[in-house]
């Protein structure tokens, strides 16, 4: 952080504020203190019949691998709104939601992701700027090697696993 965004001065330091614990953003001009926060990523398993939606990359990072439609959540929306706001984007594709599948820090990033399970009733999807490719897999025809990043594996491990068992549970997990 280079200016004071209440300010402007250019009078910023890492320093812990009074009342804190951890070193934060402070200007000396003003006093204001920035926080810097963990960002949310929110998505879906999109599912429909016995088939997982992934999305190629089309924008970096991970630019041509598979992914779940996902992305930061927007001030001002709920994780729900964020994860069908996502979908649409990545796929021009709406699902009834389900439950919340997992919810996994990733503290190397400083991000939280949480994924819900989304049935389509229909397989009607397209891809978009951001999708050069979008197509529907079985669990056994899942490019798992291809797959864009590790937050998706351990959702799509974990949507599978669900299914087996007939039972939607909540996975937590810290993924370093």
């Known amino acids: 952080m280079k200016f004071c965004s209440a300010c402007g ?4 330091g ?9 070193e934060r953003y402070v200007c000396s001009n003003c006093g204001t203190v920035h926080y810097k926060n963990p960002l949310i990523v929110c998505g879906v398993v999109p599912v429909f019949e016995d088939r997982v939606m992934l999305c190629r990359r089309g924008i970096e990072p991970r ?6 439609p996902a ?3 927007e001030n001002g929306e709920s994780v729900e709104e964020g994860a069908q706001r996502e979908l649409l984007e990545e796929a021009a594709a ?13 503290p190397y990033i400083s991000q939280v992701h949480m994924m819900y399970l ?8 397209a891809t978009t700027p951001e999708s050069t490719e979008i197509a529907l897999f079985g669990e056994h025809e899942i490019p ?3 797959l864009a990043f590790r937050t998706v594996k351990t959702a799509l491990e974990h949507y ?15 993924i370093e």
Request: contains cysteine; hydrophobic residues 35%.
């Open 9 to 12: 001065s250019a009078e910023i």
């Open 14 to 22: 890492l320093r812990i504020p009074e009342g804190d614990h951890r």
């Open 63 to 68: 630019y041509g691998k598979w992914t779940l």
């Open 71 to 73: 992305g930061f959540m």
């Open 94 to 106: 709406t699902v009834t939601l389900g439950p919340l599948l997992t919810v996994l820090s990733v």
């Open 118 to 125: 989304g049935t389509m009733s229909q397989p009607k999807f």
């Open 144 to 146: 798992w090697k291809e």
């Open 160 to 174: 599978f696993e669900c299914r087996r068992s007939g039972e939607f549970t909540l996975k937590r997990a810290k």
